[in-house]
């Protein structure tokens, strides 16, 4: 089993709709969660950074992280055709290395 | 004004070659990292520099050697190439549990 589940998708939704994400956990010495965004043929790109558990919101983006759960979730409001992309969650223990999940493939149809 | 960037972006090879990809962070960030994403996009590390010392490698094969020149730098050689090392490979920084940045990727396929 790995250590970050994460639904492989592909997930559409109409243009417009909410986009709710997330990842399930084993290790609980997880504690900086990440959500990364990648296109195809492109790098990963930060999305959203938490440290602990709690809330989080960007913009049209919402992270949240329940540690007691060992989940955590990522909702993009307002979805449009440019959030098209894989989601990659990634997370760290002591800061100095990313276990990511193996993304969830998103499409938002106009 | 790139953070992280990497050459070649694609490199295409034959079996049993030997090949490097090199990396370049301009964000002053003291720790670097190889990634390897496979066919089914899973990320996972290959090895970490901590300001040029080497403090992860995860049960990578002995051909891939990796190698900072200094903490802004790290390059990749690879050793007789094999067909499973086809994948994409990502150079990363960070700094002080920070956020991690990737770099654009190199594609390569070994045929």
């Known amino acids: 089993q790995k250590e970050v589940e994460q639904d492989p998708g592909p997930l559409s939704v109409p243009e417009g709709a909410i986009v709710s994400l997330n990842c399930t956990y084993s290790?609980?010495?997880?504690?900086?969660f990440m959500w990364y965004r990648q296109y195809s043929r492109k790098g990963p790109e930060l999305l959203m950074y938490t440290y602990s558990s709690g809330n989080k919101e960007d913009g049209r983006f919402t992270a949240q992280v329940d540690k007691s759960s060992k989940y955590i979730s990522l909702f993009i409001r307002d979805s449009q055709p440019s959030d098209s992309a894989t989601y990659l969650c990634a997370m760290s223990a002591a800061g100095n290395k990313l276990t990511f999940g193996g993304g969830t493939r998103v499409l938002v149809k106009p | 004004d790139t953070a992280v960037s990497q050459t070649p972006k694609y490199l295409v090879t034959q079996m049993g070659n030997d090949k490097s990809i090199k990396c370049e962070q301009n964000?002053?960030?003291?720790?670097m990292y190889w990634y390897k994403q496979d066919s089914k996009k899973f990320l996972k590390i290959m090895f970490s520099y901590n300001n040029k010392e080497l403090i992860i490698n995860e049960t990578v094969p002995n051909r891939f050697s990796p190698k900072s020149p200094d903490k802004a730098h790290l390059n990749l050689h690879i050793n007789s190439l094999e067909l499973g090392d086809s994948a994409v490979y990502f150079c990363?920084?960070?700094?002080?549990?920070?956020?991690?940045?990737f770099g654009p990727g190199t594609r390569l396929t070994v045929l």
């Open positions: 290790n609980s010495a997880f504690q900086y």
């Open positions: 990363a920084s960070s700094q002080d549990r920070g956020y991690w940045f």
């Open positions: 964000l002053g960030h003291d720790t």
